[in-house]
């Protein structure tokens, strides 16, 4: 069982930046962070394995950057160049190996999410 907590959401313009953390109790294989926005289904954003191997979505390549600090078990999202777009709650989850890495069955630990909103 692996708890999750995440912290770091809010209000921001475009252009701006936000970092979010996720506090785990463990550390699976692979860690990674969706989004869902409303009235759409919860979609990868990225993900981060045990080698530091990193994979991201397409829409926010670039401007988004994923890492974690295995000594005090935390997972961050970086954001930066941010667009009303990504306005969505942020979920931080823990997973099995697996492809495609951002499938979301392959991830069985889930947090109660972060709200990030963007404002034009």
């Known amino acids: 069982q692996v708890q999750l907590v995440e912290s770091g959401g809010g209000s921001v313009q475009a252009g701006g930046s936000l970092r979010l953390s996720c506090a785990a109790s463990g550390w699976p294989y692979r860690m990674a962070w969706f989004r869902q926005a409303p009235g759409k289904e919860r979609e990868g954003v990225a993900t981060?394995?045990?080698?530091?191997?990193?994979i991201y979505a397409d829409s926010v390549k670039g401007r988004f950057t994923i890492s974690l600090e295995k000594a005090k078990y935390t997972l961050y999202l970086q954001m930066d160049s941010l667009k009303p777009e990504d306005t969505a709650m942020y979920y931080c989850?823990?997973?099995?190996?697996?492809?495609?890495?951002?499938?979301?069955?392959?991830?069985?630990?889930w947090g109660q999410g972060t709200q990030v909103t963007v404002s034009s």
């Open positions: 989850a823990a997973g099995r190996s697996g492809w495609p890495p951002l499938y979301i069955r392959l991830y069985d630990y």
């Open positions: 981060i394995d045990r080698a530091g191997t990193t």
